[in-house]
Each structure stands twice: as structure tokens, then as C-alpha cells.
Nanobody, 122 residues
Framework: VQLQAFGGGLVQAGGSLRLSCVASGLTFSNYAMGWFRQAPGKEREFVGAVAYGGIISSYADSVKGRFTISRDNAQNTVYLQMNSLRPEDTAVYYC????????????????WGQGTLVTVSS
């Protein structure tokens, strides 16, 4: 199984970025997909996730209303649209996969991507 996340970069506060994560080696439509992030010196934290069918999603309070997760099961891809970015959103962002349902615990996810760095300047 491989998860490849990309789309990170440097953006000014208030700007937008869209991250993508392409999965291979698994039946993508059977897996919930999560996004997590880890800032320097901090623990990895839940950002949001979408269930296997793409209808149910969940977000951390810190990103609710600014970030949106979507998925394209035909393309084995999950997206994280990030709007109104803040300096505190600066982190390495990871995608992860688990069977079917959404949970927020990092330990519940079976497969992880390599991470993509997002830097938000003030």
C-alpha cells in the first residue's frame, strides 16, 4: 500500500492550498481517509477525515469552516482544500487510511503517506 501526498508549499496568511493524496495497493473505496498534521515540536493531530462513501466527514474544531475534505473514488484520491490559512496551520500534513469509518485517533489508521509541508507566512 502506498499513499502519496502532495500539494504543500509556502502561502501567505489568508491564502489557500489544496493537498492531494493518491492511494495505491488497496481498494480505496473501502477505506476512510484522514488528514493529520504535525507542527515542529508538537504531536501529530487530527485535521479531518472522510468516510469510505464520501458522504460523512469530520473536522477538528481548529479547521472547521476553513478546510474541506473530498474524495474521488474513481481516481483513488482524497483532497484537503484549505482556505483562510493561518500561520498556526504551518505543519507537515499527512494522509492516512483506515477501514471504512472515521475516527480521530492516529493509532487507528493503518496506512500513512509521507507528508507534505505547508508553511503559512504572516
Amino acid at each position: 500500500v502506498q499513499l502519496q501526498a502532495f500539494g504543500g508549499g509556502l502561502v501567505q496568511a489568508g491564502g489557500s492550498l489544496r493537498l492531494s493524496c493518491v492511494a495505491s495497493g488497496l481498494t480505496f473505496s473501502n477505506y476512510a481517509m484522514g488528514w493529520f498534521r504535525q507542527a515542529p515540536g508538537k504531536e501529530r493531530e487530527f485535521v479531518g477525515a472522510v468516510a469510505y462513501g464520501g458522504i460523512i466527514s469530520s473536522y477538528a474544531d481548529s479547521v472547521k469552516g476553513r478546510f474541506t475534505i473530498s474524495r474521488d473514488n474513481a481516481q483513488n484520491t482524497v483532497y484537503l482544500q484549505m482556505n483562510s490559512l493561518r500561520p498556526e496551520d504551518t505543519a507537515v500534513y499527512y494522509c492516512a487510511a483506515r477501514w471504512r469509518t472515521i475516527v480521530e485517533r492516529t493509532t487507528a489508521y493503518e496506512y500513512w503517506g509521507q507528508g507534505t509541508l505547508v508553511t503559512v507566512s504572516s
